[in-house]
């Protein structure tokens, strides 16, 4: 069983920035794909970042956060980042972090970003 813990949402102003990070514990965190998902009110929950779990931590970006968002990983810490730039009004969101390991996905239970105007 895997669970994940994610951390670091609040509310920022427009332009400012935050750090979010999912703690996961469990099995074969090294080798799992991780992504960062967001769902706004009354929207479908959609991807906006991944880090595969190969060696390269090889990384993938939806358009919306390309330019402004980074995710990363700690291994040693089973921890993955999503570190947030330039944050506009539109990405107020719920934000939940994913494992993807050996065919079975997990959920994080989800962090309220808020970006005021």
């Known amino acids: 069983q895997v669970q994940l813990v994610e951390s670091g949402g609040g509310l920022v102003q427009a332009g400012g920035s935050l750090k979010l990070s999912c703690a996961a514990s469990?099995?074969?965190?090294?080798?799992?794909?991780m992504g960062w998902y967001r769902q706004a009110p009354g929207k479908q929950r959609e991807l906006v970042a991944r880090?595969?779990?190969?060696?390269?931590?090889?990384?993938y970006y939806a358009d919306s956060g390309k330019g402004r968002f980074t995710i990363s990983r700690d291994n040693a810490k089973s921890t993955v980042y999503l570190e947030m730039n330039s944050l506009k009004p539109e990405d107020t969101a719920v934000y939940y972090c994913?494992?993807?390991?050996?065919?079975?996905?997990?959920w994080g239970q989800g962090t309220q970003v808020t970006v005021s105007s």
């Open positions: 469990g099995r074969a965190f090294s080798t799992a794909v």
């Open positions: 880090i595969y779990g190969d060696g390269g931590g090889t990384t």
């Open positions: 994913r494992a993807s390991i050996e065919g079975r996905l997990y």
